[in-house]
């Protein structure tokens, strides 16, 4: 009884986006790239989006492109409408209007950027090669405080245990890519991705001055040091395990731990705020690590490192031999054959620089109201059926049940933009400033920005995505689910279209995003936003079987040959694209059910299709894409998300009225036998 109560809260809206029943035809899926020489129940993603493949091949231009690339471009386009209109007024200096144009137009004059050269950061270099015995110590703060995180990071974030309260976290780091076996494992395709890294650094190292002997030694320390980071790392498996990230340290026993640095002048100089009484140290060891290299490498190996951590944030708004460097690098990693169109780059400088002030003018011209209506309703009824599906697990109790319904009860709910825009008016662009020296002015805004929330309760009105991004995400700390207006378009969101298009898209997207709040991450923070256990250990147990089944599904796919798909590491993202396509289902069913339509009727169906056969249509429908063999193996090593194809076909696998929509049956390759599959929410 008592969680019937709580779910009453959750039951705020019922209701339609088409409206009115009509004959009703397809808007978001093409019924023309149906491939139905391949069987549904052999291979749905192909099945739906061999057609879109075929009609979206691979530019030179882009190692993978999907739906989320489409959307990308059509948002790209529309802010370079916003930024050149921007331009065209002739801005006064100071206002956001002039600092967007000023940026931008940097990023496109190429001619200058080439003709400096490497003159913007040689005195910084300089200095850094002048450094004295007795000065190092000033030169890692100064590095610190103003260019790079050498050796390991730190800065003020929501407390996981008081997410009204920012706390002061120390963390590993130090390395420049993005996985520790590309430095510690001997496979191939790992050794051509360091042959590659090494040949960038000496590559950027020689651009900036420095000789092809100098240029080699410099490398030659910097794996050095980066490899002995790297070895200290958390696998990615480990990097999953949120609680094991919370080792809270008073200031004394941080300088006990790691002696080598003096941490007073660490936060008084680099952050300008006093030294704290506990710090929060989320890899110990790799602290460690840092602490003892600081110790033991000699000052021209420091010194070594210190140049390359100078040079890689600085490159990127340097001349164009830098960026041709940066990107015969990529290629290794991606496939891409060819830099995107200057133009593109510059945009993505100016929307990380400014992205709300770019933001608040793209919603005005780009997003109606109504759209925003649309999915405010479209929330509530996801937010109901969760509600049912946690009602009527199985393998839980009631005294979790419960407190997962008042976790649901709290989301918050954050549609298109921000209530409040962020203020740039302390940022300084002033044209007469290389690209470089302008673009450092924004990074210490915006590091400014950060350092000045620390003493101040947190402030959960703040987004982490601009308007025009076209994603969406949960964050757990605050207890929210978010959605940009960039991603409410088609085929994610389309007014004009069915609700079985509509509920398996951007609905499906809206039930994954709420199912994060109880994946192997989420389900460690209760209502508040706070770390805090509040389900019994044998509903834990439960839990953790169940994703073990997850995990072993998804490791037997292989990606490519000798590499197969990470159940343990993609498990969060296999968990939410699970929840979200039972849960929309349900909200779907409950939508038409209350508009009088009957799903199994004749007149129900859309061009010939049952509902139920357009929603997993609409769902697989957005996960279509084409990828390069390179990034595909890239993405399986660091990305968080499993491939498009498997986000389709492993997952339905679970999932029963799939079989039934489809009439997949024993003997086709998408079957799994009931007592097979893995239901979690």
Known sequence: ??????????????????????????????????????????????????????????????????????????????????????????????????????????????????????????????????????????????????????????????????????????????????????????????????????????????????????????????????????????????????????????????????????????????????????VIVTNINTVKQADNLIASLTDREKKDYYLWNYVRQASGYLSDDFTDAAFEFSKVLSGAQSQRPRWKRALGTVEGAMGEAIGELYVAKYFPESSKEYMLGLVENLRRALGKHIINLPWMSDDTKLNAIKKLNAFKVKIGYPDKWKDYSTLTIDPALSFYENMHNVSMWHQKEIYSKWGKPVDKSEWGMTPQTVNAYYNPMANEIVFPAGILQAPYFNPNASDAENYGAIGVVIGHEMTHGFDDQGRNFDAEGNMVNWWTAEDTEAFNALAQGLIAQFNEVEILPGLNANGQYTLGENIADQGGLRVARTAFLDSQKAKGVDVTSEEAKIDGFDPMQVFYMSYANVWANNTRPETMRQLTIGDVHSLGINRVNVTLRNITPFFEAFSVKEGDKMYRPAEEQVVIW
């Open 1 to 278: 009884m008592k969680l019937i109560k709580l779910l009453s809260a959750c039951a705020l809206a019922i209701g339609s986006i088409s409206g009115v029943m009509a004959e009703e035809h397809l808007n978001s899926v093409n019924p023309a790239y149906i491939d139905n020489s391949i069987k549904a129940g052999d291979d749905f993603y192909t099945h739906v989006n061999k057609g879109w493949m075929e009609a979206n091949p691979l530019t030179a231009e882009y190692s993978r492109y999907s739906q989320f690339d489409v959307l990308a471009e059509q948002s790209r386009e529309q802010v370079k409408e916003i930024v050149l209109g921007l331009a065209s007024t002739n801005p006064e200096p100071g206002s956001n209007a002039f600092k967007v144009a000023t940026i931008y137009s940097q990023a496109m004059d190429s001619v200058r950027r080439n003709a400096e050269g490497a003159a913007p950061i040689k005195a910084d270099l300089q200095r850094i090669e002048n450094t004295k015995p007795e000065e190092m110590e000033d030169l890692f703060i100064w590095l610190h405080g103003n260019y790079a995180s050498p050796f390991f990071s730190a800065g003020p974030m929501e407390d996981l245990a008081n997410s009204n309260a920012y706390a002061m976290y120390v963390s590993g780091g130090g390395i420049t890519l993005s996985d520790r076996d590309y430095y510690l494992s001997a496979d191939k395709e790992n050794l051509k991705v360091r042959e590659a890294y090494q040949k960038l650094i000496e590559k950027e190292m020689r651009l900036a001055g420095y000789s092809k002997k100098d240029a080699r030694r410099i490398v030659k320390n910097v794996m050095k040091i980066e490899t002995a980071l790297a070895d200290s790392t958390w696998t990615r498996e480990e990097s999953r395990n949120i609680p094991a990230m919370y080792n809270p340290r008073s200031i004394a026993q941080l300088k006990e731990m790691y002696p080598s640095i003096n941490w007073d002048r660490f936060f008084i100089e680099t952050m300008g705020i006093e030294t704290p009484a506990m």
